[in-house]
């Protein structure tokens, strides 16, 4: 069929064309600032660049293309088109369609304007659909000219084919190939929408519901983040990073002194050092890589360490320096360099890449830094976390949802003790310690018993891998290098052992959950989100025992990130009348704004007010959020409840 693709630069052109349609896709083409023609990701930057064009499509193999900065040709009244964008993209009886959503909600949020919904981000029902029978499509297979050749049957030309090098302005804007480019997006988008929903209801129902009430508003609300930044502290940063570099020109030193000249690069993980190790020295091989090689990581080193301690004393400082210098390396290219090179040199922060979908519970990941990955409080030497730093006059506010994975795994079991704990605002660590260790609960409570830290230690361990299967030795390795606590492989199995006892639901909902697993070949969170579990009835058992793993896994991680994006749609309602609150980051199971100070219990009020609500009817456990504000991430305090 033959697509009909005009040019528009008049409203009345538009609303003619629009008129009555509750679905509108719509798309945004966009070109460098003229100070940024040269940096050939400019046009993904609203901070460096510009609308240039808009289409919209109501109708299949239909499109208009509305010109609004083109350098060449006829444009619409700028101003005009901008006020009718607001409208458009705020009215709450059109559902607005869009391929990769977050891109067209950042450049709407840097000219003022939130998408509302009803929204549908086709990028995200493309990541909810399956590519195969057990295998739903990734990022990498969700582009658009991608899946208008797979699902539509058509090609669509590249960007460069149309412009021939030059930038999107730079083409006559009447020019019938930029006018079809422009527009095509817009009509494949509503196409694969109707392909997509088609696709969910009859194989996936809950998946379109997801997509159209989470997914989608929550593609919007990481445009929003993205737009906003992460503001730096850039001359603390700088100032630490000389700092580094000096320390780790000591360290290396100190560490040549005892292995002379070989080479051991930024993380003394070379091939060179690692020979030294188990050749030179002829060290044990306490652990193996996945191939079968000498390890070197940092759990290889803690185990040396301890072997040298008994074996061979006079290496043991080695290990110490070794780790020493690895931190102050991981410092500096993770947190010093790795932020610097994405600081924006138009606006003075990080913009870093937030993904809704790329893991298979459902969970949010970030690149291009990995803002989730910083330091904690307790383990950060040179205050990483100060170099993200609120302006002069402003806070940063974090809400943080208190323990929801251990809350959703205690409605999952249901079991009498862990429901009660939360009902009734009770600690449940300090219950978990009480069932593992045979003392009475307020005992569990006592600061001052000369086992409490051991044991509430133990108890967070086997509190946060309770739900996944926990085995013996991995409980021991957990609690050696995460937690620095030293139990036999025999301890941890009478651990699992009273906590199974102490929790008795706990098991009955493992096993029901893993052989529901089995039959099925997957498992579900409690909205419906699906993953496949194709090796769950394996022959090799560890394949089978990570796929049963999974199937516990799953419902409870993805669950939570279902009811965490559910309070970001809720929120991204409340921004219109509140563009004083700056979402900026997503981390695990907070959120983190930037807000003027003198609006901070209005911030917190309102957060909490969208985070707390029962999720579903279902849920049957009260939800926490708890709060902390800072003028840096690092210095954060939690506020006490009024």
């Given at each position: 069929m033959e697509s009909n693709y005009i040019c528009v630069t008049t409203l009345d052109g538009i609303r003619n064309y629009i008129a009555g349609a509750t679905d509108v896709a719509f798309d945004f083409e966009t070109s460098p600032n003229d100070e940024y023609r040269d940096d050939e990701k400019a046009a993904l930057d609203p901070a460096k660049s510009h609308i240039v064009g808009c289409s919209f499509s109501v109708k299949e193999y239909t499109g208009i293309y509305v010109p609004v900065d083109h350098k060449v040709g006829t444009n619409i009244d700028k101003a005009e088109f901008l006020a009718f964008l607001r409208e458009f993209l705020m009215d709450k009886s059109i559902r607005k369609i869009a391929h990769n959503l977050s891109f067209e909600a950042m450049f709407s949020y840097y000219l003022g304007i939130v998408i509302l919904p009803p929204v549908y981000d086709t990028i995200a029902a493309s990541q909810m659909s399956l590519k195969s029978s057990t295998e739903f499509r990734g990022l990498s297979d969700s582009g658009l000219k991608k899946l208008a050749t797979e699902l539509c049957h058509e090609a669509i030309p590249t960007f460069t084919d149309v412009t021939g090098g030059k930038h999107?302005?730079?083409?006559?804007?009447?020019?019938?190939?930029?006018?079809?480019?422009?527009?095509?997006?817009?009509?494949?988008?509503?196409?694969?929408?109707h392909i997509f929903n088609s696709w969910f209801e009859r194989f996936l129902p809950k998946h379109k519901w997801i997509v159209e009430n989470i997914e989608s508003p929550t593609a919007v609300y990481l445009g929003i983040m993205k737009c906003n930044g992460v503001p730096i502290n850039l001359p603390l940063m700088l100032q630490r990073k000389e700092e580094a570099e000096n320390a780790m020109e000591q360290l290396r030193g100190q560490i040549a002194l005892i292995i002379g000249d070989v080479k051991i690069g930024s993380n003394c993980?070379?091939?060179?050092?690692?020979?030294?190790?188990?050749?030179?020295?002829n060290l044990p091989v306490l652990k193996t890589t996945n191939t079968d090689k000498e390890a070197a990581d940092d759990a290889t080193m803690t185990l040396l360490k301890e072997w040298c301690d008994e074996n061979r004393k006079e290496l043991s400082p080695l290990f110490a320096l070794v780790q020493e210098y690895r931190k102050w390396g991981k410092i500096k290219s993770t947190y010093i360099d790795?932020?610097?090179?994405?600081?924006?040199?138009?606006t003075g922060k990080i913009h870093p890449n937030m993904y809704a979908l790329s893991t298979d519970t459902g969970r949010f990941n970030c690149n291009h830094p990995n803002c989730q990955n910083m330091p904690r409080k307790t383990n950060d030497p040179i205050g990483v976390r100060n170099f993200i730093a609120a302006p002069e006059g402003y806070l940063i506010v974090s809400c943080d949802y208190s323990q929801i994975e251990l809350r959703v795994g205690a409605h999952y079991c249901q079991d009498e003790i862990m429901m009660e704990t939360y009902r009734t605002g009770g600690d449940i660590h300090a219950a978990t310690t009480s069932v593992v260790f045979g003392c009475s609960y307020s005992e569990a409570l006592d600061k001052h018993h000369p086992l409490y830290k051991e044991r509430r230690t133990i108890a967070k361990n086997v509190n946060f891998g309770t739900f996944y299967g926990l085995f013996p030795r991995g409980l021991q390795t957990t609690l050696k290098f995460k937690a620095g606590v030293v139990k036999s492989a025999l301890e941890c199995e009478t651990i699992i052992a009273n906590l199974k006892e102490g929790y008795p639901k706990l098991v009955t909902w493992q096993e029901e959950t893993k052989t529901g697993?089995?039959?099925?070949?997957?498992?579900e969170t409690r909205l419906g989100r699906r993953r496949y579990l194709p090796d769950i009835n394996s022959t090799d058992w560890?394949?089978?025992s990570f796929a049963e793993r999974q199937s516990m896994n799953t419902p409870i991680q993805g669950t939570a990130a279902d009811i965490l994006k559910l309070a970001l749609g809720r929120i991204l309602l409340g921004?219109?009348?509140?563009?004083w609150l700056q979402p900026i980051l997503q981390i695990h199971d907070e959120l983190t704004f930037i807000i003027p100070k003198e609006r901070l219990d209005e911030a917190v009020s309102y957060i909490k007010e969208c985070m707390q609500p029962q999720p579903f009817p279902e849920f049957d456990l009260p939800l926490v959020a708890e709060s902390s504000v800072g003028s840096t991430f690092g210095t954060m305090e939690e506020l006490e409840e009024t």
């Open positions: 999107f302005d730079e083409l006559d804007a009447q020019d019938t190939e930029a006018v079809r480019y422009g527009a095509a997006d817009s009509d494949y988008s509503l196409r694969l929408m993980s070379t091939k060179a050092f690692k020979d030294y190790l188990y050749q030179t020295l790795g932020y610097l090179k994405y600081l924006n040199s138009a697993a089995a039959k099925r070949m997957y498992c560890g394949k089978k921004l219109p009348d509140r563009p």
